[in-house]
């Protein structure tokens, strides 16, 4: 079954320490994203991917990093978590059913202590 | 201010009932409406999209678009418990935004039987 997966589902770790969130598709789709999304606030882009080797931040700064070696695969990575990262983030991508046509992950929540 | 406001609720409604929900927004550059659910611990999914003013129905879904108020609503009719959930809606200019959407913060919906 084509879709999107996400892990962890829930982190928890210290102050300082690298994380990287794992996001991979099922459907081919070329263009993938990252959307940030905290308690009752709107989810805002903070990456996105039109294909392999190509990356660009978002609307909202963030100090994670992504990658897109691979067209299934596009990790987020923070160098040194700080409790201000904490938040879900949600991992997306669409494809040939047009630019409204986000599918996303079930997120991860990552909590810095 | 935001560039799209939602009502964040939590709106219950007796099953059978019509949920309406609606969103403004600023940015008069806005060509593309949608409206997605987010069932708890689970990443946002389509439920549908306009493109500039109009109606659109789908299934007990309908969608409704008013650019020269800067208004979008969406009706579910004959409401089911399956129903509760968080309806983000979320909106894009016609060109070099694909994928890029700006959200609402949602509205929790909780249809009682």
């Known amino acids: 079954e084509a879709d999107i997966y996400q892990t962890p589902r829930y982190l928890v770790i210290g102050t300082g320490k690298k994380i990287t969130l794992e996001c991979s598709q099922t459907?081919?789709?070329?263009?993938m994203y990252w959307y940030q999304q905290d308690p009752g606030m709107e989810l805002h882009l903070i990456h996105y991917?039109?294909?392999?080797?190509?990356?660009e931040k978002g609307d909202l700064s963030s100090e994670s990093t992504v990658s897109r070696i691979r067209t299934e695969h596009f990790p987020l990575t923070l160098e040194s978590a700080r409790p201000s990262h904490t938040s879900q983030y949600l991992c997306?991508?669409?494809?040939?059913?047009?630019?409204?046509?986000?599918?996303f992950g079930a997120g991860s929540r990552l909590t810095v202590l | 201010q935001k560039e799209v406001e939602q009502d964040p609720g939590p709106l219950s409604v007796p099953e059978g009932a019509i949920v309406s929900l609606n969103c403004t927004y600023s940015n008069s550059a806005f060509q593309y409406f949608m409206w997605y659910r987010q069932y708890s611990r689970k990443g946002p999914e389509l439920l549908m999209y306009?493109?500039?003013?109009g109606n659109k129905e789908d299934g007990r879904f309908t969608a409704q678009v008013d650019k020269s108020s800067k208004y979008i609503s969406l009706f579910i009719r004959d409401s089911q418990p399956s129903d509760s959930a968080t309806y983000l809606c979320?909106?894009?200019?016609?060109?070099?935004?694909?994928?890029?959407?700006?959200f609402g913060a949602g509205t929790q919906v909780v249809v009682t039987p």
């Open positions: 306009t493109y500039s003013s």
């Open positions: 979320a909106m894009r200019p016609g060109t070099d935004s694909w994928g890029k959407l700006q």
């Open positions: 459907m081919g789709h070329d263009k």
């Open positions: 991917s039109y294909g392999v080797n190509s990356t």
């Open positions: 997306a991508s669409s494809g040939l059913s047009g630019a409204n046509v986000l599918t």
